[in-house]
């Protein structure tokens, strides 16, 4: 492969495939498991991976920035036209239990937004694809989101215990709920129309939600934080507040039922 010669997306998804062909050479071992913070543990197989993309990666394009959950934040991303954000393996938990549900996350970003990206579940060989303008696919096929325009009885991937928090300020209706430990599989999912919406109040991270963000908005989904306000990847703090993902109409209501309770001060 001449990756002189090649786009960014098809970079990104050869990139995907040796990420998550090595990811999946620890599935049933994850080797040694230490906790970076507070209930954030990191495996060999996350280390490895995210070593084997960033040596593929900063070979093709030397010029892009870095920014991975698992390398430290040099500050490159800040002052190149271009950059790579990458979760090498997104939902480590899953992983470590022998979950089909973890992803291999790639955007390259520029002038904060993600413009080519891949999210890649390698236990299913799942391949989901999207570039700026030109819609998202899984493995080859074009996705896109519900239409869906009512909440009761939404797929919804998110927390029972979310929903049934006695301090929201309106009760949410009844609603099929799922989780994904990984929140890039759960936007790309939502993307696909396979769910309805996410939804998350807990603070994440850019490499988390940068490659998905760009396949659920290519695939029709709206994606903000809890406030609406919709996300940029160039700034020197990298964690958001929470994630809504839904299309157009679903995420007007839950957007809707999220603020009331901010402002009624009760948020869960």
């Known amino acids: 492969m001449n990756a002189d010669n090649i786009s960014d997306l098809t970079l990104l998804h050869e990139a995907a495939r040796h990420g998550g062909a090595c990811a999946m050479s620890w599935f ?4 040694e498991i230490t906790q970076k913070s507070h209930n954030h543990p990191v495996t060999q197989a996350d280390l490895q991976t995210d070593a084997l993309l960033r040596d593929f990666l900063s070979a093709a394009r030397p010029d892009y920035g870095w920014l991975s959950e698992e390398s430290h934040d040099d500050g490159s991303r800040l ?10 393996i997104d939902g480590t938990r899953a992983f ?13 970003i520029e002038a904060g937004r993600p413009i080519a990206a891949v999210v890649y579940n390698p236990a299913l060989d799942e391949m989901y694809c999207a570039q700026t303008g030109k819609g998202a696919t899984c493995n080859d096929t ?12 939404i797929n919804m991937l998110a927390s029972d215990g979310l929903f049934a928090h006695k301090n929201w300020a309106q009760p949410w209706p009844k609603m099929h709920t799922g ?14 129309g396979q769910w309805d919406a996410t939804l998350t109040l807990r603070p994440k991270s850019d490499w988390d939600i940068a490659a998905a963000e760009l396949i659920a908005t290519e695939a029709g989904a709206i994606i903000t934080d809890p406030a609406g306000q919709a996300f940029r990847y160039d700034l020197p703090k990298t964690v958001k507040d929470g994630v809504i993902c839904a299309g157009p109409a679903l995420h007007t209501l839950i957007l809707e039922r999220v603020r009331n309770s901010k402002k009624s001060r009760q948020t869960p």
């Open 142 to 153: 074009p996705v896109a989101v519900s239409n869906t325009c009512e909440l009761e009885g």
């Open 28 to 31: 049933s071992d994850p080797g």
């Open 96 to 108: 470590i239990q022998g979950k089909p549900h973890f992803t291999v996350c790639i955007a390259v």
């Open 79 to 88: 002052i190149a036209r271009r950059s790579f954000v990458v979760d090498p």
């Open 179 to 192: 989780t994904r430990n990984s929140m890039a599989y759960r936007m790309a999912l939502v993307g696909a």
